[in-house]
C-alpha cells in the first residue's frame, strides 16, 4: 500500500506512526527533516512547522530532565544544535535477544568478529588486534541495523546510530559539524557505532554545490575508518554498494555481505514470524516458502503480521490470505516455478484444479501432467526440498 501513495502522503503516515507510538523525539526528528525537505519548495510550510518544532521544546532538553539525567550515569548524548534533535539513536538490548535468521557463512564471520572482541588479550599476546570495522552491505530489509544491534548486545555494549540521510540532510555546514560530535561521542564511550545509510553521502557528492565541504567530510569519515581505537568497534552499512567511495570500501576491515535468504531461511523466517499462529499457517509452510522466496526479510515479516491480524480479527480465512498472496505473487514467477507452485496446491491443499489453474494461471492440462510426473523426475530450478 505505501508503494501507491506519493511522497507527502508517506510523510503523513509516517508522522501519524511515530505520533501515536508517542515516539514524540522521533516525531520531532522528523518533522526536521521534513522542514529542510520543504525549505526550497514549500517555504511557508516549512516555516510553520519550524515554528511548531520550536514552541513545543524537546523534553529531554527541559531542565528537570537534564537534572534527572545528572543523577544517573548516563552518558549525554549529542545534539543537532539548531533542531535539538538527538544525532544518535541508542539501542541497549540484553544479552539473550534472539539471533538474527543468518546464512551460514555470515553466522561464522560475525561469530569470528565477536571472539576476537572476547579474546582481544590473546590477539593482542601475538601483537594482533581485533576487527575495528566493519561495513554491511545489502538489499534493504535483509538484517542490517537488526544485526548492528545484536552484535552489541553480544558485547555487551550499546548501540548507536547515526542515520547519514538525516545528517547529510542538515545543511551543509552542520553536516559536518554534527558528524563530528556524533564520531568524537562514539569513541569516548564503549560501544559499537553504525553508521547508517553511509551512501548519503555519496549522493550528495553528485551535486555541483559545496563540493569542497563534501569532500572534508568524506575525508573525516576516511580518517576516523583508519584511526578508530581497537576497544571500539565502527560498522557502516549501505544499500547501494556500487555508490561507495573505493577509497573508503578499502579501509573497512569487513566487508559483511547480506543477501535475500534462501529457501531455508525463507522457511525459518515464516515460522519465527507466525509466532504462535504457526499452528493455523503450518500446514501451508511449502507454499509460502515458494511464495516468498525472493523477498527480504522484512517484507515476509510485514506480510505475515497482517495475515495474523486479519486472522485474529476474522477479516479472512488463512486459505484466502494465502490465495490472494499466491495472486500477487504469481506474476513475478517464471512459467517453471508457476508450474512447480500448482502442483504443490494441488498436493497439499483441498483447492479444485480449477481454482489452482486459475490462481497460478496455469493450464489445467499442464497441471494434470506434472502432478501425476513422479518427483524429482523434472526437479525445478529454486525447487525447496
Ligand atoms: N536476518 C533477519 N532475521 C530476522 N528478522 C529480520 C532479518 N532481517 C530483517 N528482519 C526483520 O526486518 C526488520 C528490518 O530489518 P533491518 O535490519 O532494519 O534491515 P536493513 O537494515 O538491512 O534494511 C527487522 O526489524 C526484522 O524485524
Ligand atoms: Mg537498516
Redesign the pocket.
Known sequence: MLDEMNDDQKDLAQVVRLALAEQTEDVRLFVARLVRKYRNSNPELAEQLNLFLRSKQSRTATPLRKALNTTTTEPILPVDDESRLSLLKVFKDPIDRE????SADLEESLQQLIQERKQAKKLAALGLHPTRSAI?V????????????WLAAQLGVPLYVLDLTAVMSSLLGRSGSNLRAALDFAKRHPCVLLL?EIDAIAKRRSDESDVGELKRLVTVILQEVDEWPPEGLLFA?T?HAELIDPALWRRFDLIVE?KL?EMP?VKD?IQ??LGPDYSVFGHWIDILTFAFNGE???NI?RSIQRFRRALALGTASDAELIENLIKSRVFVLEHQARVYLAVLLTKQTHLTQHAISDITGVSRDTIRKYSRAKKGKRRLKNEPD
Open positions: 539471533s538474527p535468521l543468518l554491511f545489502g538489499q534493504p530489509g535483509v538484517g542490517k541495523t537488526l544485526t548492528a544491534r547508517d552499512a544499500n547480506f535468504p531461511l523466517a519465527r514470524f527480504s526479510f522484512s515479516e
